[in-house]
């Protein structure tokens, strides 16, 4: 009995993971180089003296054409030497600028009211994001950019993690996990999650629904962006898979440390329209199942759990090989055993608490 229900999910589970290849490997047109719009980079900072030089630096080293791409350093009331880094950096280089967000807009806090003081002085037609501990590759800009045809309003790009560790590891291939996710549902018209530190649109577009303030509050701030575009339903919004658009960011250093991040994403999520539900349940059924097997071992049982560990392989091998991050599949079966502990513990820890703490601030 147990058994045909096990294979039941496991079948629901495989067709959207194969969906979710689908829609994560479609194509879309570029433009040429000589049509690439002007841009407008722009880093949220808020406590970040650890991160912020090598954040700048990997900028500094964009490919763009000249004179259409500005670097904007929002200094996000930082209370290290974030600020004073950052200062001496670009002292000599034209193309960045800091500001200080003393202004707020609206109803906006923390990320989100930095991110709108930042677009209000931006120049660019289009606006790229990313986070103050990542790094970009230098075709980063300007390859996001190259998909820009006239009815696109977003695109989107995928983030690995430094993966030095098991602990590490498993955090680099979660991204990528959740991140085809988000490629596949949005690639086919129905999406769910999207990340800010490698996201852009166009600037009109952000105009047009209202900016960050035209929003209700979220702590996940770029999936509400990224919805508002989609319902608008006269612009396209994509993620195409390109390793010249590939970012690396760092993980988080601790358990205390990824908790939050994964409540704070958990709580963002709690935002998704129903069929996010109905998508997330298939993970967490499968995987409660899994943790099950003591309880219900038979060899059918087993090749079930079998099958399901190789679904998720086979879903990110080949974005893993595609992207040149193949030597972090070695953290496969730790990436499984955190997927199975936060897919499940998740649902309870948001029916005790959705309180969110990120960055020193409280939401």
């Known amino acids: 009995m147990f058994e045909i229900i096990f294979l039941i999910?496991?079948?629901?589970?495989?067709?959207?993971?194969?969906?979710?290849?689908?829609?994560?490997?479609?194509n879309f047109p570029r433009i040429n180089e000589s049509e690439l719009p002007s841009a407008s980079v722009i880093v949220a900072a808020r406590n970040e003296e650890n991160n912020i030089i090598q954040c700048l630096?990997?900028?500094?080293?964009?490919?763009?054409?000249?004179?259409?791409?500005?670097i904007i350093i929002a200094d996000d009331q930082s209370t290290d030497s974030t600020g004073k880094l950052i200062d001496e950096y670009i002292k000599d280089k034209k193309k960045f600028k800091k500001i200080i967000t003393k202004?707020?807009?609206?109803?906006?806090?923390?990320?989100?009211?930095a991110l709108a003081n930042a677009i209000e002085i931006a120049s660019g037609e289009v606006i790229l994001t990313t986070d103050a501990d990542c790094t970009v590759n230098p075709k980063w800009a300007s390859t996001l950019a190259s998909y820009y045809q006239n009815d696109v309003a977003a695109v989107n790009g995928?983030?690995?993690?430094?993966?030095e560790n098991a602990f590490s590891g498993m955090q680099a291939l979660d991204f990528i996990y959740l991140l085809i996710a988000a490629a596949g549902t949005i690639n086919l018209k129905i999406p769910i999650s999207c990340i800010g530190n490698n996201m852009s649109y166009k600037k009109s577009a952000y105009i047009e629904v209202g900016g960050y303030a035209g929003l209700p509050f979220s702590v996940t701030e770029d999936f509400n962006l990224l919805k508002s575009f989609y319902m608008?339903?006269?612009?396209?919004v994509i993620y195409p898979i390109n390793p010249d658009s590939l970012i690396t960011s760092m993980p988080c250093k601790n358990i205390k440390e990824l908790y939050h991040q994964k409540k704070r994403w958990s709580v963002g999520g709690l935002d998704v329209p129903l069929r996010g539900y109905f998508i997330m349940s298939w993970g967490f059924i499968s995987n409660l199942a899994v943790l099950l097997t003591p309880?219900?071992?038979?060899?059918?049982?087993?090749c079930l759990v079998i099958f399901k560990l190789a679904t998720d392989f086979f879903l990110l091998y080949p974005v893993h090989k595609f992207l040149g991050l193949q030597k972090n599949l070695k953290y496969f079966f730790n990436f499984q055993l955190y997927y199975i502990v936060y897919s499940i513990s998740i649902?309870?820890?948001?029916?005790?608490?959705?309180?969110?703490?990120?960055?020193?601030r409280e939401y």
């Open 9 to 26: 999910v496991l079948s629901g589970y495989f067709i959207q993971s194969v969906l979710f290849a689908i829609g994560a490997s479609k």
């Open 57 to 70: 630096t990997s900028l500094n080293n964009l490919y763009y054409p000249d004179g259409k791409l500005e």
């Open 103 to 113: 202004k707020e807009i609206g109803r906006l806090k923390g990320k989100t009211n």
């Open 158 to 163: 995928f983030t690995t993690q430094l993966a």
């Open 232 to 236: 608008m339903k006269k612009y396209k």
């Open 295 to 302: 309880l219900f071992y038979s060899p059918v049982w087993l």
């Open 347 to 360: 649902p309870f820890i948001l029916t005790i608490n959705r309180k969110v703490i990120w960055k020193g």
